[in-house]
């Protein structure tokens, strides 16, 4: 069974076996073809392949190449260009951006660190408008360092691309020379904008001097209606010889400047002028210096002011630099040390000057002199004023102040205080003296301060008025010492003034004087004092013996007045009687004169001629007397014309001719020639000038001149008569208008003593007065003042 089955299984397998080895020679044959067909293809792909190795290989080679170009071509300009592939795709950057003044070609999109910050922010909103949707832009703008940079962004193949692009080359100088061109022109423009808004004129000219710009202010000072029509018109602002100097100045190619007066809209003004010469010609500028000018004129005014006033002062002045030389002394300076002032005038030192001052011993004498002279140049050094006292070998005490200037150096006063201690010493012994004079004075006298109480009073008004001393020593209120006084004279009305008087109720400090006559029969003159600290003075005077004698002599005055109208109205009276009666006498002596009665021998010539002026004289004084009696009973009367002053001179001195050739006297007559005529009655003025001329006259010697003048002092005409006399004495100066005073003084000359009394009487009838100077031995001069415009109408009529 095992074999059979063996065989059996065998059998299969050999089959098997066949088969497989059909298979296998099928499977054979089959690789064999396709192993065939393989390499066949093999071979023709890889001819292909090779063939498409070297097109890619040759493809590279391109794109290399290409890629070198566009590197090259990246390289060849200062630029970067920035790439994306999304919207959401991080940028790829191509080239340098070190041109941004950016290291690193990332840092192009950092727009703010390369780029100005309006242009910064216009370049991300353009940045995200290309990224979204796809808005293409160019800009060309200046980088932070400088160069210009071209921006450009659009989309390329479904990529946002923007390149960054330096300018360089001509367009770049022509971009450089726009953008200075434009800064220039904003320049100029915001430079003219200025000039045109200024208030002092500015102009421009050309080559030639031509004006071809002018503000507004310039157009105002040469009075034209705007900058174009003084341009036009060429209106110069400056006058000739300024313009041919400005001219002389421009044909050099100088600058011009000056300062000139000049005219500006009608007024003059002081102008600083300055003309530069420009590229484009030349440009000038005028400034109103005319403040300035009035300014420090005025500082020179006070200046010198301030010198004058220090020059006046009694106080020394001397003014020390910062290197300690004099460089200002007032005259009280030298004045006070008495030194040359050739060696002033050459500016030593402090130091100098105390040296002389030590050498000619007018400073202190010390036994240290070199630490005093320091101390005294401490001054220099010190922030504060400081003062001392230099007691001098000659006697005198200066006071120093000694104060630092702001600018440094020193001032020092010097003030010489001798006089002052002096008067001080004596004050004080004279407020002793007082004292003890006011205690001596048998017045009694009290002073109260401005609190209404007793400051002073002496043992006289304890004792006037009964009270204890004590009291008035407590300072009592006036009050008070009302009250103690009052038992003596109760009235009210006078004590009331005086405290009035003493507190200050009356409205203004006023003496007040009055009389009073106590219960005891003591009569006393009571006198207020406004002292100038506010306090008040009292005086209480015992008058009782001058009223007793006073009273004496009033009765006695009243009984010689009636003796005097008793003796007046006799002589008025026998002046009417005597009047007549020499007429008669004047009338025959003349009469037998003219010899119509009969021949006179010579000597009866003389008699007659002798009776004729006795009784002219007496005539006269005799009219004298009745102008007097006139006036004084208010009859006389004036007829007020104009009255030529010289003819009336004139007429009064042909009186007197005889008088002057037989006292061999010469008249001399000075009229100014603005006196004028002259309102008065002319046979008064007549008679005024006739009595002057005839006292002038009297007292003359021979040989010498009597004068007479008249001119016009402001609203007054003045006749003065003036002679070379012996002159009035003072203690008869005011006598000699007094009615029968006559003096003769030494000159033989006496008269009734009426001239001068009735010249008064006349002139002051007129509304005017006379003035009189004399000086014994140097002659007299007697001036009559009228009004140029003639006595008042009411006083005329009277």
Known sequence: MPA?????????????????????????????????????????????????????????????????????????????VVSWSGRDAQP?????????????????LAYGSWAPPADAKRLEIATDALKERGEAFGFTLRSKSGPFIDVEGRPVAGRAVIRFREVTGERAKAMTLRSELERATAQQAA??????????????????????????????????????????????????????????????GNSFSLRTPAVMAGQRRMLDVVELPTPSGFAGFATDMSELEAVRADLQRQMD?????????KT???????????????????????????????????????????????LPELGDYRSWKGAVHAAYTATRASEDWWYLPDGRTIHVVSSPNPQGGVTYLYDDVTERFTLESRFNALMRTQRETLDSLREGVAVFGSDGKLKLSNPAFAQ????????????????QVVTLCRPLFPQEDVWRELVSAVTGVRDAREEYRSRIERRDGTVLDIATAPLPDGATLISFADVTASVNVERALTEKNDALEKVSRLR?????????????????????????????????????????????????????????????????????????????????IAEAAAGLQDRLTDGRLALKVEIDPRTGPLRADGKRLRQVLFNLLSNAIGVSAPGQTVVVSAGR?????????????????????????????????????????????IVRSIVELHGGHVELESSPGEGTCVTAVFPARGVPLSDAAE
């Open 191 to 252: 430079f003219t904008s200025l000039l045109g808004g200024l208030a002092h004129p500015a102009w421009m000219r050309d080559t030639d001097g031509r004006l071809t710009w002018v503000n507004p202010a310039y157009a105002r000072a040469v009075e034209a209606a705007d900058p174009a029509s003084c341009v036009a018109s060429g209106l110069e602002l400056l006058d000739r010889n300024d313009r041919d100097t400005a001219l002389r100045a421009r044909r050099e």
């Open 305 to 313: 002011a301030h010198v004058r006033t220090l020059d006046r002062l």
């Open 4 to 80: 059979l089955a063996q065989h059996a299984w065998l059998t299969p397998v050999k089959s098997d076996i066949v088969n497989a080895a059909g298979a296998l020679s099928l499977i054979f044959a089959g690789l064999t073809v396709f192993a065939a067909t393989t390499s066949f293809v093999y071979v023709r792909e890889r001819a292909r392949w090779q063939k498409r190795e070297a097109k890619l290989a040759g493809d590279l080679e391109a794109a290399r190449s290409h890629q070198e170009r566009l590197s090259m071509l990246l390289a060849s300009d200062p630029q970067v």
């Open 464 to 479: 006037s008025w009964r009270i204890d001393a004590g009291l008035l020593a407590s300072a009592p209120h006036v009050e």
């Open 568 to 648: 007046e109205d006799f002589v008025h009276h026998v002046s009417y009687e005597l009047r007549s009666p020499l007429t008669n006498i004047i009338g025959f002596a003349q009469l037998l004169g003219t010899e119509t009665v009969g021949a006179l021998n010579e000597k009866q010539r003389d008699y007659t001629g002798h009776i004729v002026r006795s009784s002219g004289a007496l005539l006269a004084i005799i009219n004298d007397i009745l102008d007097l009696a006139s006036i004084d009973n208010g009859a006389l009367t004036l007829d007020v014309q104009d009255i030529d002053v010289a003819e009336t």
């Open 92 to 108: 790829v950057f191509e080239g340098d951006s070190g041109f941004l003044g950016a290291p690193g070609s990332t840092l192009a």
């Open 316 to 362: 020394a002045v001397a003014v020390f630099d910062g290197s300690q030389r004099l460089v200002y002394r007032n005259s009280g300076f030298e004045t006070l040390w008495s030194l040359d002032p050739g060696f002033l005038d050459g500016l030593p030192t402090d130091g100098e000057i105390l040296d002389r001052l030590r050498s000619e011993r007018r």
């Open 713 to 757: 002092g402001g609203n007054d005409v003045r006749i003065a008569v003036s002679d070379k006399g012996p002159g009035i004495p003072a203690e008869i100066r005011e006598k000699v208008f007094e009615r029968f005073e006559s003096h003769a003084l030494g000159s033989g000359h006496r008269g009734v003593g009426l001239g001068l009394s």
